[in-house]
């Protein structure tokens, strides 16, 4: 038997510092009641090892540190030994396997588990420099998952002849986190100084953004302050608009993005229309209606539907539409654009797509409880390389059962003897 609330070991792409969104609002509130720890992609290292620390809600975030200058089969060995250590040093039992990524498959699918969860946020295998495998990893994962959720129902079409068990979770929204928008009266430092009106944009700026999009929108309104907010991923820095109007201000906290939402006069999501934007349902639409701000979107699917066709957002791609639009929701009527986006958004929470999830992901392990033991699962074959351990492996792991599950996460983290410098997150 396995316990009511089993561990949740989260294989993920994103590192957990870098962006706030979905995974981690899902895991920090799993962390409520059972331990989580998000695994996330290797980084360069000078020797094998884990570093561990504590973030919200009490998930501990596990990076491991492969040597660079090693053969792939010898890396993913490495990396196998590493999440085993990890298992047998925090004495984790049939976890629940959470993932976001099926690329982690490679050094884990060895791992028994009270149930496997495919959490597919987005097309990856679209996106720049997907690895070639990521089509074939995935047909591995939806075999072996025992429930599918995707991040909106334009990806549940597709991936829903895939698996019996397929359910669509679109982003959902922390309200009263971006309410404080509304009554934002002060300006963060570096955009009090831009001039109105303001349109804004947060998020990661990569190959999604139609840059000449923006460009577009500058050029045509001087007058206008166009504002990014956001890490630069994928792409050059170089590729922003050079323009005196068009500022981008970089990565910021997601504790910080009300401020700068409430001070701008409209909100934009000028996605391009490509494979990569394809299947993404963007985590800013309902965050830009807490905030109080109108909207303004390229046809991306998920925005189309709901947001579009409820009149929460405009709808434009060529730039003499989208910069219409723009100029339509600098009228906008507040007030009752504020009531529509209340009534709409008091349906959807974080918490309440959480707890869904959660549901569904139990009833799939009370289905693997039910049926009878079978064989384990395939391992890779053997590295034909012997691969040296170095005996600090192990011992770099430090134990965490002994940290608070209080949500002192600052004191917990201290304790971590391998914990790393926090990094600033974004949105």
């Given amino acids: 038997m396995f316990p009511s609330h089993p561990d949740v070991l989260c294989f993920s792409h994103l590192p957990w510092d870098l962006v706030f969104q979905r995974p981690n609002h899902l895991m920090s509130r799993a962390a409520r009641d059972r331990r989580v720890f998000y695994v996330e992609e290797p980084v360069d290292a000078a020797r094998p090892g884990l570093s561990m620390r504590v973030r919200e809600g009490g998930v501990v975030v596990v990076t491991p540190g492969i040597p660079a200058r090693i053969?792939?089969?010898a890396r993913e060995t490495l990396l196998r030994v590493l999440v085993d250590t990890l298992i047998e040093t925090e004495r984790i039992v049939r976890p629940?396997?959470?993932?976001?990524?099926p690329r982690a498959l490679r050094w884990t699918r060895h791992i028994e588990s009270a149930a496997v969860v495919y959490d597919c946020m987005d097309e990856l295998s679209a996106f720049r420099n997907a690895p070639p495998d990521l089509r074939g990893l995935e047909l591995e994962l939806l075999a072996r998952a025992d429930v599918v959720f995707t991040g909106g129902h334009r990806l549940y079409e597709a991936k829903r002849g895939s698996h019996p068990d397929v359910h669509p979770f679109p982003s959902a929204v922390d309200v009263g986190h971006f309410l404080a928008a509304r009554r934002s009266t002060t300006d963060p430092a570096d955009q009090a100084k831009l001039r109105r009106p303001r349109i804004g944009y947060y998020g990661v700026i990569d190959?999604?953004?139609d840059l000449g999009l923006v460009d577009a929108t500058a050029r045509r309104h001087p007058e206008w302050s166009v504002i990014l907010v956001g890490p630069v991923a994928k792409i050059d820095v170089a590729d922003i608009p050079d323009l005196p109007n068009v500022h981008w201000l970089g990565p910021k906290p997601y504790a910080d993005l009300p401020a700068y939402l409430g001070g701008w006069d409209v909100a934009i999501m000028p996605f391009a229309r490509n494979a990569a934007t394809e299947f993404i349902s963007p985590t800013k639409t309902p965050e830009y209606l807490a905030g109080g701000r109108p909207v303004v979107s390229t046809s991306i699917a998920d925005v189309v539907r709901p947001y579009g066709e409820l009149g929460l957002a405009r709808i434009a791609d060529e730039p003499n539409d989208f910069i219409a639009a723009i100029e339509a929701a600098l009228a906008d009527?507040?007030?009752?654009h504020l009531a529509a986006a209340d009534s709409f958004l008091v349906r959807m929470s974080w918490d309440r797509t959480w707890q869904a999830m959660d549901a569904l992901a139990a009833r799939a392990e009370r289905r693997r409880a039910a049926k009878p033991a079978q064989a384990p699962a395939p391992t890779p074959s053997p590295v034909r390389t012997p691969v040296r351990m170095p005996t600090p492996v192990r011992s770099s792991v430090p134990p965490l059962r002994s940290l608070s599950r209080a949500g002192d996460t600052s004191r917990a983290a201290t304790s971590v003897a391998t914990s790393?410098?926090?990094?600033?997150?974004?949105?």
Avoid: F, H, I, Q
Wanted: charged share 35%; glycine share 8%; hydrophobic share 25%.
């Fill in 71 to 73: 053969g792939d089969s």
């Fill in 96 to 101: 629940r396997l959470w993932y976001y990524t």
């Fill in 207 to 209: 190959e999604r953004l």
């Fill in 333 to 336: 009527d507040s007030a009752s």
């Fill in 420 to 427: 790393t410098a926090s990094r600033g997150r974004v949105e």
